[in-house]
């Protein structure tokens, strides 16, 4: 007997291909057959000689805000995670309005990480969420985060690892599971 499932995890190691080439193209699938998302998901941002500067922010819908960048060209205070400055306020900005339960949608949320998680406006929002509307989300496989612990172990989550052998041909299960749990 299969486990009720309101929450699917993807994880595996940075730049596996996560975001890439399985959220978005989820997102462009259920367009594509009408079945409602909204959500967010975050995009690397490249320097002109093609170097990580840092990362935005973006909803479904194409609005854009800055999550991190490397080197702020303003002499805010901010709070860090490794090299980069965290925008909290401009995450919180696309997010947050994107953060509710409603029936027969899907909801993205591209990632619940460090950055992300210094909202608490955003951890509240999760925790809020979580186990109450179908949810499709990315989690670090490598950092030990309660919160994400607490999702990964939770009984109606389902925790797929993406490795670049499974990552062109796992798309159509999770879509086949997301339906499947749009039917329920």
Sequence with gaps: ???????????????????????????????????????????????????????????????????AREHPTDNIRRPHVGKYSVYTKDFEDIALPMLKIEAKTILIVDEIGKMELLSKKFKQRIEEVFGKTLILA???????IDIVEKIRSDHSSLVLEITKKNRNEIVDEIFQKINQMLTI
Excluded at 37 to 66: A, H, L, P, Q, Y
């Design 138 to 144: 990315t989690i670090p496989n490598r950092q030990t």
């Design 1 to 67: 007997m299969e486990k009720n499932i309101s929450s699917i995890l993807l994880t595996g190691i940075p730049g596996v291909g996560k975001t890439t080439i399985i959220v978005k193209k989820l997102i462009k699938i259920f367009n594509e057959k009408h079945i409602k998302c909204i959500g967010f998901f975050t995009e690397e941002m490249r320097s002109e000689n093609g170097i990580r500067i840092g990362f935005d922010v973006v909803d479904v819908n194409g609005k854009r805000g800055v999550l």
